[in-house]
C-alpha cells in the first residue's frame, strides 16, 4: 500500500462603563474554567496560557504512527506565553521551532473579546512556515445540561509563509465535552476533546485523511 498523500507535505512550505461588581462574577467565571490557553488544535486564539502554568500535548498519528507533534508551553508573564513545539511526518525530517504570543486583552465571557499577537514557528523549520498573526476571540456563554460553559470563536490573519485569514472555535455540549473545529489558511481540522479531570484533556483529531489521538496535561505553579 502506497503513503497517503495527505502526510507528503513538504516541510516548506463605544464604551461602556460597567460596574466592577457586576463584572467580577464573569471575570471569576472565566478564570474557574479549564483553558486550552492560546492555540485551538493548530491556530492561535485571543487567550493565552495563564502565568505560572505550563501544558504538555502529544498528538499522533493512530493507525500507524506516521505523524507525531509534541507541544510544550509555558506562561511566562501575565501578557507573554511561549510554546516550543516539534513535529515529525512519514517522509521527512524531525523539526522543531517556537511560538511566541503576547495578549493585549484576554476574554470576559458574553462582555469582551480577547486579542493577542504573535509568530508561530518563529525559527521558520516546520511543515506551514514561520507566519506573524493577529487573533482575536469571542466567548459566548452556552447552557449546556451540566452548566454554563463559554463556547469561543476566534477570527484572525496570518502573514508570512502562507499569508491567509483564520478561524475556529469551540462548542461545549457539557463541561466535560466539547467540539472543536478551524481553518488555519491551509487545512481544515476537526475534533472532539474530553475533560475527564480539570488538567487533562483527551482529543480525537481529523485532519485531511488522518485521524490523531491528542493528550494535554495541564500544571500549574
Not at 47 to 69: D, N, W, Y
Not at 87 to 97: C, M, N, R, T, V
Not at 158 to 175: K, M, N, V, W, Y
Amino acid at each position: 500500500m502506497g503513503p497517503i498523500r495527505s502526510i507528503q507535505v513538504p516541510r516548506r512550505r463605544d464604551r461602556r462603563y460597567i460596574p466592577t461588581v457586576r463584572l467580577l462574577p464573569l471575570l471569576l467565571f472565566g478564570l474557574c474554567v479549564p483553558a486550552s490557553a492560546d492555540r485551538l488544535l493548530s491556530i492561535p486564539t485571543g487567550r493565552k496560557i495563564p502565568f505560572g502554568t505550563v501544558r504538555f500535548e502529544a498528538m499522533s498519528e493512530l493507525s500507524r504512527g506516521r505523524a507525531q507533534e509534541y507541544f510544550l508551553g509555558f506562561g511566562l508573564t501575565t501578557y507573554f506565553d511561549v510554546e516550543v513545539r516539534s513535529e515529525y511526518f512519514s517522509g521527512s525530517d524531525p523539526a522543531g521551532s517556537f511560538d511566541v504570543s503576547y495578549n493585549f486583552i484576554a476574554p470576559i465571557p458574553d462582555i469582551t473579546p480577547g486579542i493577542s499577537v504573535g509568530v508561530q514557528d518563529a525559527l521558520d523549520n516546520l511543515r506551514d512556515g514561520r507566519r506573524f498573526y493577529g487573533a482575536f476571540t469571542l466567548r459566548p456563554v452556552f447552557s449546556t445540561i451540566n452548566g454554563d460553559v463559554p463556547a469561543d470563536l476566534t477570527l484572525g490573519f496570518f502573514l508570512g509563509t502562507h499569508s491567509a485569514p483564520f478561524a475556529g472555535g469551540t462548542i461545549p455540549f457539557s463541561r466535560e465535552f466539547r467540539l472543536l473545529y478551524e481553518y488555519n489558511g491551509i487545512r481544515i481540522t476537526s475534533g472532539l476533546e474530553v475533560l475527564p479531570r480539570p488538567d487533562l484533556a483527551l482529543r480525537l483529531v481529523f485532519r485531511d485523511e488522518d485521524v490523531l489521538g491528542s493528550v494535554q496535561y495541564t500544571r500549574r505553579f
